[in-house]
């Protein structure tokens, strides 16, 4: 059985950090490329990072130089450091893989950014 929970959402002033978390189980994790979305109210998911299984990484343009995504493979765990956090960043952050199974998505984690 697939799992994939997410943790580390909160409620932060603009300019702010958090590290977003994600587990996983059920899944090869080692060789799968990972990814987090969110998705804002009344707004489409959208894909904000990936991390391929070597390490490559891919940003959208709206988060490039302030969100860091990584990942552990011994943890089965991918993470999404974000900075300089900004009112639109806030969202529901989902992990998933790339492509996105839409099966696994778990139950996400809200981040809120506001004074």
């Known amino acids: 059985q697939v799992q994939l929970v997410e943790s580390g959402g909160g409620l932060v002033q603009p300019g702010g950090s958090l590290r977003l978390s994600c587990a996983t189980s059920g899944i090869s994790f080692n060789p799968a490329a990972m990814a987090w979305y969110r998705q804002a109210p009344g707004k489409q998911r959208e894909l904000v990072a990936r991390?391929?299984?070597?390490?490559?990484?891919n940003y959208a343009d709206s988060v490039k130089g302030r969100f860091t995504i990584s990942r552990d493979n011994a943890k089965k765990t991918v993470y999404l450091q974000m900075n300089s956090l900004k009112p639109e960043d806030s969202a529901v952050y989902s992990c998933?893989?790339?492509?996105?199974?839409?099966?696994?998505w778990g139950q996400g984690t809200q981040v809120t950014v506001s004074s």
């Open positions: 991390i391929g299984s070597g390490g490559s990484t």
């Open positions: 998933n893989l790339d492509p996105r199974v839409d099966r696994y």
